[in-house]
């Protein structure tokens, strides 16, 4: 059989390729050409639909508008989450918790929730009443949306022009759903949520709906929320009983119910119930010869003496509540009683200081806020002021500001060097420059001491110990290198935080947190100090002691809680050691109490923008914060100045008449004070019995029923004058950071 040639087997292949490439060719061109015909054929029947001239425009503008409208939606659904999330279908329902607070003695001192006197319906409120509230709140709430765009126009425009009044441009719905799901934080993500929440409760209520929540459930001054019962608390009488003045006077409250509360500033509340008559006329709901009578005769609140309010603490203890109640620790009971550790003494006095203070001081200082927080060393929450004026503003800086603590951040960095076992009180450590990378901390007054010990380290507030230490730490882990031993060190130093009572995140990566960069609270700050005060445990901030429900049943007592040991009692003996020389010989001098040991740390951070003194006795943990919300930078104010002062003059108070505990570790506990003139008994009683002490009172108080504690004004703040850098004298102390 003869084989064919290769070449014409060549041959034929190149044929065969020839004449693919060929049906190929032939084929594009012919789609080619069949998609060209079939586009021509499509242009021909669009052109029925082309527009020219200024129709073509509108529809240019029309589709625009479309693209960016679709665009904006989806930014807007994205940005309502946040808001929305905080809604629930049963959210209505989550407000019916009522829940009674009682003092440490047992006294009623507060309500909240929906035991808020809602009762009256409101088709039967006055007239007057709610006319003098839409026209000075929200002229066109029937008309607007949930949003007033004009309105909010026209506040901008007034304020801007200045003058006497601001006017706000928020909506009484956008207000209801502040008081319902969001706090008095000045940010924009609060106003954005503010406004979709606004909306959602547009849809969900009725105007007169969203009305009368508005109304039973804004806070009105004096300790009291609703109109109903501040018609009952400034004026003695039923709401549906007042008078036009009297209505004028209560709408004057929504905004600034401190400022305005004719107990506190009668000649403010009636110029403000003035604007709030003038405010109906022009709205057209009275006329100017209606109002002349009010104005004549204007209204006169019943004499009552100013009530000790504690409203950032109650705020705070219902949100515990809130809490405790979502997660099914009171079972399905709505109604409760709560008795609380606190102290209304003590209150009325940290009230009294920070007040003082501000007002005498502010202005040198450059400084408008300030917190502090009094905690018994178990973590009982004796004392709360979250703000200067919880009338103008609700927020609590005492639980919700986050701002740096400075030095008083070091204890932890200390106490997790002593657990170490690297160091003692009396090690010798060299006070010298150290960099970590391209930084390199610098000490107050810009020098070095040298060869020293820890105790003196702590005392004088050297910046470059606390980066040694954590550079120690992390080589005793085996760890090479400065900055990577740095770096293990700090997570060290961040687990011992945490466990002693910081929530807040601290940044590892952040070479200056062991000098005080990262964020944290006041009232984290005086659970983290209670571990020195009671023997290194835990200590985390309670309100509820003992809660009861409707039927007078203990439901809980946080006596059955677990307690967790954080810190050994070697590592607190050591701390406390070091810390009472803080007090005695550095920089909180001004918190020195006399015949009591005191050990605590003051703290300022850069360019003067916060001041800590964070202290404790045996008996008490307090926790000072001075500063502005706008974190603009005070006029050099230190920890060692207004916030050791106040410190200081809070707790003089605390300690009288009370059986001095001592500090572990140390055996000194000091004499007690004696009583001063200017100080009543702690209470009626106690000055009866004449030897009994708060404790024996608090024991008494279960068997004899109510005790109202009373307190009288004690000592000012002192003299002050400029608070001056390193060791310099000022107010007759020595001011250091």
């Known amino acids: 059989m003869r084989l064919p040639n290769a070449t014409s087997l060549t041959t034929r292949f190149k044929r065969a390729a020839l004449a693919f490439d060929a049906w190929v060719n032939a084929g594009l061109y012919d789609s080619g050409r069949s998609a060209g015909e079939t586009y021509e054929r499509f242009q021909e029947r669009m052109n029925v639909f082309a527009v020219r001239g200024w129709k073509r425009g509108v529809l240019d503008l029309t589709s625009e508008a479309m693209t960016l409208g679709t665009g904006g939606a989806v930014l807007m659904l994205a940005l309502a989450q946040s808001a929305f999330n905080q809604t629930s279908d049963n959210w209505l329902k989550t407000q019916d918790l009522a829940v009674t607070f009682l003092d440490r003695y047992g006294a009623e001192v507060g309500r909240r929730g929906i035991k808020h006197d809602d009762s009256l319906k409101l088709d039967d ?9 839409v026209s000075t709140e929200d002229r066109r709430f029937y008309e607007h949306w949930g949003i007033d765009p004009i309105g909010t126009a026209r506040a901008l425009v007034s304020n801007s022009r200045g003058g006497g009044n601001t006017q706000g441009g928020s909506s009484i719905t956008q207000q209801l759903a502040k008081n319902l799901f969001l706090t008095n934080e000045r940010s924009l993500e609060r106003k954005i949520n503010e406004a979709f929440l606004a909306l959602w409760l547009e849809s969900h209520l009725t105007k007169n709906e969203i009305l009368k929540l508005y109304l039973d459930r804004a806070y009105m001054g004096g300790g009291t ?21 009297e209505a004028a006077m209560l709408a004057g409250l929504f905004k600034a119910p401190t400022k305005y509360a004719p107990h506190v500033n009668l000649p403010a509340a009636r110029a403000r119930a003035v604007d709030v008559l003038h405010n109906m006329v022009e709205a057209g709901f009275v006329t100017e010869g209606q109002i002349q009578t009010a104005l004549r005769n204007p209204a006169t609140p019943v004499t009552r003496t100013r009530d000790i309010t504690a409203d950032y603490y109650l705020d705070w203890a219902f949100g515990e509540i809130k809490g405790m109640a979502d997660a099914g ?6 109604v409760l009683t709560v008795k609380t550790p606190l102290d209304l003494t003590i209150q009325k006095r940290a009230d009294e200081v920070v007040q003082n203070t501000l007002r005498r001081y502010g202005d040198q200082y450059d400084v408008d806020e300030a917190a502090m927080v009094i905690l018994d060393p178990d973590g009982a929450l004796r004392a709360m002021v979250g703000g200067a004026d919880y009338g103008e503003s609700q927020f609590n800086r005492a639980t919700d500001a986050l701002r740096q603590p400075g030095s008083s951040f070091k204890p932890y960095v200390y106490a997790a060097g002593l657990a170490s076992g690297l160091y003692r009180p009396d090690t010798r450590v060299v006070d010298r420059p150290v960099c970590l990378g391209d930084w390199c901390p610098q000490n107050y007054g810009r020098s070095f001491s040298g060869p020293t010990n820890l105790t003196v380290a702590v005392a004088k507030s050297i910046n470059t110990i606390p980066i040694q230490i954590s550079i120690a730490i992390g080589k005793g882990m085996g760890i090479k290198g400065d900055f990577a031993a740095a770096t293990a060190g700090r997570v060290k130093i961040v ?35 209670a571990v020195f005060a009671n023997g290194g445990r835990k200590a985390k901030p309670y309100a509820a002691m003992e809660v009861k429900n409707s039927s007078g049943e203990v439901i809980y007592r946080h ?22 020389k803080v007090v005695e010989e550095g920089t909180g001098k001004r918190a020195q109490l006399e015949g009591i040991k005191v050990a605590g740390k003051s703290g300022t951070t850069n360019a003067y923008r916060d001041a800590w003194f964070v202290a404790y006795t045996g008996n008490y943990v307090g926790s000072v914060w001075f500063g502005n919300d706008d974190h603009t930078s005070t006029n050099k104010m230190t920890g060692g100045s207004l916030p050791a002062m106040a410190w200081h003059d809070v707790m003089e108070i605390a300690h009288q008449g009370i059986e001095l505990k001592p500090m572990p570790g140390l055996k000194e506990v000091g004499r007690a004070v004696a009583q001063t003139p200017t100080a009543a008994p702690i209470n009626p009683a106690a000055s009866a019995a004449g030897k009994l002490s708060r404790r024996s009172f608090e024991v008494i108080g279960g068997v004899n029923g109510l005790f109202r504690t009373v307190e009288a004004s004690g000592a000012s703040p002192r003299a002050a004058g400029n608070v001056a850098d390193g060791t310099r004298p000022a107010f007759g102390r020595i001011a250091t950071p």
């Open 125 to 133: 409120f006055p007239d007057i009443m709610i006319k003098a509230l």
């Open 225 to 245: 929320f609703g109109a109903v019962a501040a018609a009952d608390y400034y004026f003695g009488k039923p709401l549906k009983d007042i008078s036009l003045a």
């Open 329 to 334: 620790r009171f079972r399905s009971d709505r």
């Open 495 to 529: 687990e011992t935080a945490h466990r002693m009572g910081i929530t807040t995140p601290l940044p590892t990566n952040s070479v200056s947190l062991p000098i005080g960069s990262a964020e944290v609270n006041v009232i984290d700050q005086a659970a983290a100090y």
């Open 559 to 580: 006596a059955d809680e677990a307690v967790e040991q954080v810190l050994s009692t070697q590592v607190v003996a050591d701390m406390n050691y070091m810390l009472t």
